[in-house]
């Protein structure tokens, strides 16, 4: 038995929390990690893992183990790029999940100069508005919106976005200028909505003027959970919608959407590139957190336009 290798397996296991999610995020055969588990129990003579049909939780020994076994196999890393000078020249795969507008109109159209930087990262970039369990899908980090609210993992801001409100000049030609957020929410105007991939609730319009806060519901013609499709409804024309001015700002520029309501926009959301406390910030996951900081650099400054 390879004994580190099973550590390895152990380890990704009670990350995964289940057999199938481990050995998928492993690249390994479902059978080849149960048989490496069994192995490492029988060699240390107990019982890290109660399996169920659906799920394996950790035995008390099994926890211990782990607690330690993740300090080794962090400083093993250390060790193998301290020798192969990965500092310099990191390498390896390297999972990051970011929205999709993000992903479409930033990150993904720089990505020939990251990999002239750094040619040895494989980089898998899973695509998505919806929550992800960093530890449980085996993700690397993630870059979202919004404030930090779970604890166990650590947040490094990137930018201060600024949301616009806006809608196609045919439109507002039909329906009128909103001058206030009231005006959005008596009716006179249609909202293109966005719901919550996690409580697959509406998200209310928020506005700001002074010390004044007000959350709008209007009359929702369409809502959608995914930022590119949201986007694409409020340039077909189907209503007045509230976004990040990063992913409004080309039609904006272009004359396809108009700003409104420019006095009463909230306060900046913060964007931040996220990853598990307990993971090693390998070579690798450090270089794609500082280009992701430079990436989104420009959009920094709310008050940039």
């Given at each position: 038995?390879?004994?580190?290798?099973?550590?390895?397996?152990?380890?990704?296991?009670?990350?995964?929390g289940?057999?199938?999610?481990?050995?998928?995020?492993?690249?390994?055969?479902?059978?080849?990690?149960?048989?490496m588990?069994?192995?490492?129990?029988?060699?240390?003579?107990v019982?890290?893992?109660?399996?169920?049909?659906?799920?394996?939780?950790?035995?008390?020994?099994?926890?211990?183990?782990?607690?330690?076994?993740?300090?080794?196999?962090?400083?093993?890393?250390?060790?193998?790029?301290?020798?192969?000078?990965?500092?310099?020249?990191p390498?390896?795969?390297?999972?990051?999940?970011?929205?999709?507008?993000?992903?479409?109109?930033?990150?993904?159209?720089?990505?020939?100069?990251?990999y002239?930087?750094?040619?040895?990262?494989?980089?898998?970039?899973?695509?998505?508005?919806?929550p992800?369990?960093?530890?449980?899908?085996?993700?690397?980090c993630?870059?979202?919106?919004?404030?930090?609210?779970?604890?166990?993992?650590?947040?490094?801001?990137?930018a201060?976005?600024?949301?616009?409100?806006?809608?196609?000049?045919?439109?507002?030609?039909?329906?009128?200028?909103?001058?206030?957020?009231?005006?959005?929410?008596d009716g006179?105007?249609?909202?293109?909505?966005?719901?919550?991939?996690?409580?697959?609730r509406p998200?209310p319009?928020?506005?700001a003027?002074?010390?004044?806060r007000?959350?709008?519901?209007?009359?929702?013609?369409?809502?959608?959970?995914?930022?590119?499709?949201?986007?694409?409804?409020?340039l077909?024309?189907?209503?007045?919608?509230?976004?990040?001015?990063?992913?409004?700002?080309?039609?904006?520029?272009?004359?396809?959407l108009?700003?409104?309501?420019?006095?009463?926009?909230?306060?900046?959301?913060p964007?931040?590139?996220?990853?598990?406390?307990?993971r090693?910030?390998?070579?690798?996951?450090?270089?794609?957190v500082?280009?992701?900081?430079?990436?989104f650099a420009?959009?920094n400054?709310?008050?940039?336009?």
């Amino acid at each position: 038995m390879d004994q580190i290798a099973a550590m390895r397996v152990f380890a990704r296991v009670v990350e995964a929390g289940t057999f199938t999610r481990a050995a998928d995020s492993l690249q390994l055969p479902k059978p080849t990690v149960t048989k490496m588990v069994q192995q490492l129990e029988t060699h240390l003579r107990v019982k890290l893992l109660q399996r169920t049909t659906r799920r394996v939780t950790v035995t008390p020994e099994g926890a211990a183990y782990y607690e330690r076994t993740a300090r080794v196999l962090a400083e093993l890393e250390d060790i193998e790029s301290d020798l192969t000078n990965a500092q310099a020249n990191p390498r390896g795969r390297l999972r990051v999940d970011v929205g999709s507008s993000f992903a479409n109109m930033i990150l993904i159209p720089q990505l020939p100069a990251f990999y002239a930087r750094y040619p040895e990262i494989e980089l898998e970039i899973g695509v998505s508005d919806r929550p992800v369990n960093l530890v449980g899908d085996a993700v690397d980090c993630v870059i979202r919106a919004g404030e930090l609210v779970d604890q166990s993992l650590v947040a490094r801001r990137i930018a201060n976005l600024r949301f616009v409100t806006c809608a196609t000049p045919a439109y507002l030609a039909r329906h009128g200028i909103p001058t206030t957020p009231a005006d959005l929410g008596d009716g006179t105007h249609r909202v293109v909505g966005y719901f919550s991939s996690l409580s697959n609730r509406p998200i209310p319009l928020r506005y700001a003027h002074g010390e004044e806060r007000i959350e709008i519901h209007g009359r929702t013609v369409v809502g959608v959970n995914e930022s590119t499709a949201h986007l694409t409804a409020v340039l077909t024309g189907m209503g007045v919608a509230q976004t990040f001015d990063v992913m409004a700002e080309p039609h904006l520029a272009s004359g396809a959407l108009v700003e409104v309501l420019q006095a009463w926009a909230p306060p900046t959301y913060p964007l931040h590139v996220v990853y598990p406390t307990n993971r090693h910030l390998s070579a690798k996951l450090r270089v794609f957190v500082d280009w992701a900081v430079e990436l989104f650099a420009p959009y920094n400054d709310a008050s940039r336009r």
